[in-house]
């Protein structure tokens, strides 16, 4: 037996956007006469950006609703993912192991659908997943399991099956919360000793392959427990 379900991350472990996020929420706050505080920015990386709108609606009292503020956000953001938009180091060789191999494949975005989408087709990944969670299909941000547990019930594989591939603390958290492994590839704002709880942590993408993956495995424990059942809005077409 083996893991059958593959996750990825979209930002900080497929593409370098983590600092482009932190940019384009400050110039977002600029606009609105706010003074950004980028460690706190930084702090609310890996949340959906629905729910980053919001809090800062309402840390800062903004004039405007939280979906105004998110819309000016993904403006700011969207023009500036153009300039730079490329693969980390590893994600097209790691992604045809686990075609060459047969895995399912799926993508965990925090952001909207239409920013998933436009990534993967500036990539020519727009056919390499077979599942997608974007931040406008649930309604929960990490540490909750949501995101995974989209994942694995789609994939119709229990989590012991499923393997997540993350780069940030709180995507290790959630994985553990949905009863599935992790390996941690640090982002910016991840130190290597902020992994811990995951399975195994690596520098890049490209340090994967079948044996590490195989050394991970783990026969399904037969007492496990009821699992939580995601939240999904109804898929809407592109």
């Known amino acids: 037996m083996m893991f059958e379900g593959i996750i990825y991350e979209l930002d900080g472990l497929m593409v370098d956007t983590e600092l482009t996020h932190v940019r384009a929420w400050g110039e977002c706050l600029q606009k609105l ?4 505080n980028e460690n706190l920015l930084l702090d609310l990386l890996g949340k959906r950006t629905f729910d980053i709108a919001d809090f800062l609606r309402h840390r800062y009292n903004l004039p405007i609703s939280p979906m105004e503020v998110h819309e000016s956000w993904h403006e700011i953001f969207m023009q ?24 399912k494949l799926a993508i965990i975005c925090t952001g909207p659908r239409d920013y998933l989408y436009y990534v993967l087709e500036k990539l020519g990944l727009d056919e390499a997943f077979d599942v997608i969670v974007a931040g406008d ?39 553990t919360n949905a009863a599935m492994k992790s390996i941690c590839i640090p982002g910016y704002h991840t130190p290597r000793w902020r992994a811990m709880g ?5 520098s890049n993408l490209g340090e994967l392959n079948l044996s590490i993956i195989r050394s991970l495995w783990t026969e399904p424990n037969s007492d496990f427990g ?4 995601p939240q999904l809005f109804p898929h809407r077409n592109r």
């Open 137 to 175: 299909m649930v309604q929960q941000s990490y540490p909750d399991p949501t995101f995974h547990i989209a994942c694995g019930e789609t994939f119709a594989l229990h989590p012991s099956s499923v393997l997540s591939l993350t780069c940030r603390r709180d995507g290790v958290e959630a994985a």
């Open 198 to 202: 995951a399975s195994l942590v690596l």
């Open 80 to 103: 500036l993912i153009e300039e730079s938009l490329e693969p980390k180091q590893g994600l097209i060789e790691s992604l045809q192991m686990f075609k060459d191999y047969e895995f």
């Open 226 to 229: 009821p699992r939580p059942q």
């Open 33 to 36: 006469k706010v003074e950004p």
